[in-house]
DNA sequence: GCTTGACCTCAAGTTAAGTTGAGCTTGTAG
DNA sequence: CTACAAGCTCAACTTAACTTGAGGTCAAGC
């Protein structure tokens, strides 16, 4: 039977709330792909759907599109992702979600006690003790902290 | 007794860690302040070390300088912050943080169960519930999702 | 008293993640 | 068969958070 139909760009933004404009841009950045029809436009797979919905959640917790597309690399592009393929996806990301729930911890637990108590002044804060790689890749330029 | 020596901006940088570059722009934006010497040159007073920490905790966890800003902006000027004004900074955050890490720990979770399972396509899976405040405020342009 | 390394200001460049707009093509409903 | 909404491409603009650079000043050592 065929695949249910495929969406266009307009269908899959109304479906995952992103701008189509967005998709666009994610889709140059490789993070989704579509195939076109005979006039060029084109024609996006249900899987994306899950694609989309993962990159806004990561975002949502800080991911970059970058950590993001590396991590949605190893999802097969062909098939639908089978559950070990998300299993995998999701130990990838595991460590590094949890150091960062960690420091979110400690910032909302430790900001009376700790920054009041004026440690934070010295590095030996425990706030200060960072090692966090998901966190790291900021918004902007930052040649110069590059450790 | 004398205030144990104001720092210049090359030590206030070693000693936290950010460029010069950067507290200027901090200082342009009101997150810090300094007084100038006869030659024009900034001096930082001691409390701006924590003010500094402070930012880049906030930073790692992805507040914003805007937000950060406003949040300082309840701590005194003049005189060293007491514990109470930390307090009041830190429940302002308390909300936000707590969201924030609830979200953080149900994508993680959530990665091989939900997405898995194929909820988070539709729009009813728990994953896609946003409501997060401190992660809304992202990094681009985001005039479309203005809700 | 001069040199050298910190500072200062201001303008312009950079990256991420998109958005906006112009100009042109597709596709579908009347 | 003709509108007109929806797509397409590509270039330029936007915001946040800085960095880089040019051109000039301050200050501490020799």
Redesign the interface.
């Known amino acids: 039977m065929a695949p249910i139909t495929e969406l266009t760009v307009g269908q899959l933004a109304m ?1 995952s ?1 992103v ?1 189509v404009s967005a998709l666009h841009f994610y889709e140059a950045r490789g993070l989704i792909r579509s195939h076109r029809t005979s006039g060029n436009q084109r024609r996006y797979g ?1 899987d994306v ?2 694609r989309v ?2 990159i ?7 991911i970059s599109l970058a950590e993001i597309g590396i991590a949605l690399a190893s999802l097969p592009e062909g098939r639908t992702p089978t ?1 070990d393929d ?2 995998l ?2 130990t990838a ?2 460590d590094g ?2 150091r ?2 960690a ?3 400690k ?2 637990d430790g ?2 006690d700790c ?2 108590c ?1 440690c ?2 010295i ?1 030996k ?1 425990p ?2 003790n ?1 090692g ?1 790689r998901l ?2 890749e ?2 902007g330029a930052r040649r ?2 590059a450790t």
């Open positions: 479906r709330g701008a249900r759907l899950r919905a993962i806004k959640v990561a975002q949502e917790v800080g559950r998300w299993n996806l999701s990301w595991r979600l949890d960062k729930i420091q979110l911890k910032l909302r900001l009376t920054i009041g004026g934070m002044s590095d804060c706030l200060r960072k966090d966190a790291r900021g918004t110069l902290v």
